[in-house]
Every structure is written in C-alpha cells, then in structure tokens.
C-alpha cells in the first residue's frame, strides 16, 4: 500500500475524504466556517465525472442531496449550524424513507447568527435530537485532520451499509487546521456499497424486514416499484397509521443501529487503565484535553481520556469499561454542557461528573483543564 503525505487543511480533507468514498454528488449553500467544502468539491467532482449544485439555500440542498441519492448516487452536502438547523426536516426524510446520505456540520458560535468565525461545540445535541421524532442517527466527530478525512469515508461506508443519513461533526477549529497527513492509495480503500434489490417484481416490498434490518435499496431502472414517503408506512411503503405497522416499522428504524453498533461504534483511550480523574472530551476540546492528561501524569496525577469518535450512538460499554478505578468525571467542551448529560446520564450518581465550559468562542486551553484536573485530585 502507498500513501502520500502532504499538507491538508481540514475541510479539504473533507472533500477528498468524500472523493474518495465515492460521493459523485454534492448539493450545498455556502456558510462560514464550511464554505472549502463546497469549494473543493466544486474543483474535484467534476474531475472524476461527478456534479456539484450550488443551490438557493440549505433547504433545497439537503432536498437535492436526498433527490440524487435516490437515484442511486453516493451524496453528501456540508454545513454548519444556522444551515443544519434548516437541514432538520429533510434529515428526519432520509431517516425514515432509509435514504443514504452525508451531511458534514462545522460547528461555529450561536445561536442564531451567533459567531461565523469563532468554534462552537453547540450542536451534540442537535444533531442526536435536532429532527422531531424517534429516528436513527449516526454522528462521528474527527478531531484532527487526518480523522476528519478518515471519518468522511466512513461516514459514506455506514451511511451505505445502513441506509441512512450520517453526520459529521467537527469545529471550527479543527476544520481550519492545516495539518500533515498521510493518505493512503484510493485502490487500498475499503468502501461499501449499497445493497440493491433483486428478485421478481410482483413480490417486491421496498421496506421489507430483514436480518439485519436494512431492506435492500430498489436501484432506479430495475423494475422494481417502490413508493417513497415521510409518512409511517407499511413494508409496501404506503402509509399507514396501523398501530402495529407504526411499531414494527418503527422500531426496525432504532433496531438496525443497536444490531450494528460493534461496527459503528469508534472511541480511543489514553491512559484510562488506572485513571482516577477521567477526562471526556471530542473534538478540538479532547486534543487539549489529551495533553492536559500528559501534563497531569508528569505531576503524579493518575489522569486519563476517553474521547468518542462516534458521539451518537454513543459508546456507552467503553465508556463504563474506561471508568475502572475513576473518582471523577471531567467533561470539558465548548459549550454551556451538552455531552455532560449523556455522560451523566450513563454514570449515574455514583461518580461524580462536572463539566469546564467555554461559550466566549475561545477554544479550551489544555492549561485550563490541567488546572482543573489537579483541583478534583486534591492538588
């Protein structure tokens, strides 16, 4: 296998992550701090036989998005947090008619307008809870720009595999890094693509249960009639508000992510063995907090890190596994305390969780969490 080093800037490890996973449409509306995104797909997709759409606004895009991945094309668009919050509807669409997509949002200072330039860690919640309803969801957060490039790809494998939007959630920070990074040869990587429908047409049910509860996908042209609504419906896909067909349906949507969730599941730990101030953290926030935990463990401190790569589903198991010998939980994040909850949520009362935030728009400095960490130690 070989592999080129250079130098990356983060958002554009985006698009050649997408590039590379195959993604032959991108639908988006420009906004601060996304916009290279676009940008970069804008030059490259067209390199490769694919299409880029600048359209009117956010709305439209992710529409386009779902219209072009329907079709049978791997698509993505990119955002951030006003134009994600336009994207919810159409998310809540592609989760319930099982349409594969990815949509990329660099978090930056809100709400509202909020700060276009400065990076936010705002939208954990929103993008497990921002489309009304109980719905799936998949969302990956890279924290330097090799992962983010790595996660791209990933995003379109699960995206793929499961038949279902993706999100991918990084900070300013992280997507204007400009970083060396090692890329491996295209030919080397390995990518999934959709399961597509097969067999006699007369038997043919779009939404059909399965094993692993992904119905394969009707491939426009085939044959094979289908019928595509946001409606809860049948295995037939017409709709229905049969109690029972609610349910089944329903539940197959939630059941096909907890089936999956050894293979959707990514998380790293750094020192978490004998760690008695554990530190969770994503995104830009966990790579000062990683060398915080250096810092304390030079001063005799047992610290340590667990840092989701996937933040929804959450990894809950590691998470309780990484807590071994761990007197307190530090949860630093820029935010006013979004990822707190879900850790307080799986720690219960027995640990103690506090979080460190920031809403200023400054990311976290290690020294902060440093300082922190030696507090809850009793240093």
């Keep these: 296998m070989t592999a080129t080093l250079q130098n990356l800037h983060g958002n554009h490890a985006c698009a050649m992550g997408a590039i590379a996973a195959g993604c032959r449409f991108f639908a988006g509306y ?23 759409v600048q359209m009117e606004d956010e709305i439209a895009s992710i529409a386009a998005v779902l219209g072009a991945s329907s079709g049978g094309i791997k698509s993505m668009t990119a955002t951030s947090g006003p134009g994600f919050s336009l994207k919810q ?6 989760a319930m008619a099982e349409i594969p997509c990815v949509i990329a ?3 930056r200072g809100g709400p509202s307008t909020g700060m276009p330039t400065r990076p936010s860690q705002g939208d954990i919640m929103q993008a497990r809870w921002g489309s009304h309803g109980d719905r799936p969801v998949i969302a990956l957060a890279p924290a330097s720009v090799k992962e983010i490039y790595d996660q791209t790809i990933r995003a379109f494998n699960l995206s793929e595999r499961y038949r279902m939007p993706v999100v991918l959630l990084f900070d300013q920070v992280v997507s204007h890094l400009l970083e060396p990074v090692e890329l491996a040869d295209r030919s080397s990587l390995q990518l999934v693509e959709r399961q597509w429908a097969k ?9 059909a249960r399965t094993a692993d509860g992904v ?5 426009p042209g085939d044959g094979l009639r289908t019928h595509t609504t946001g409606l809860t419906h049948g295995e ?3 709709p229905s508000q049969d109690p029972e067909v609610a349910t089944r349906v329903t539940q197959r949507l939630l059941d096909k992510i907890e089936h999956g ?15 008695e101030i554990l530190v969770v953290a994503c995104g830009i926030s966990a790579r000062a907090a990683r060398a915080a935990v250096r810092q304390a463990r030079a001063k005799g401190i047992a610290a340590g890190l667990f840092r989701p ?12 596994a990484a807590l071994g010998k761990a007197k307190a939980i530090l949860v630093p994040e820029m935010n006013a305390g979004q990822l707190v909850l879900e850790i307080e949520r799986i720690c219960g009362h027995d640990l103690a969780v506090e979080g460190l935030n920031r809403i200023d728009g400054q990311a976290i400095a290690p020294a902060e969490i440093s300082q922190r960490i030696e507090e809850l130690a009793g240093k």
Aim: aromatic share 10%; proline share 13%; with cysteine.
């Design 215 to 219: 119905p394969p996908m009707p491939r």
């Design 89 to 94: 509807e159409n998310i809540g669409l592609a």
């Design 30 to 52: 420009p906004i601060t701090p996304s916009s290279e995104i676009a940008e970069r797909m804008s030059r490259e997709l067209p390199l490769v036989g694919g299409t880029f």
């Design 309 to 320: 790569i996937t933040l929804w589903p959450f990894p809950e198991e590691a998470l309780k």
């Design 105 to 107: 949002n660099v978090m």
């Design 236 to 238: 037939d896909g017409f």
């Design 199 to 207: 067999g006699p047409s007369a038997e043919f049910e779009p939404f």
């Design 261 to 275: 969730r050894a293979d959707i599941e990514a998380y790293e730990c750094h020192d978490t063995d004998d760690a």
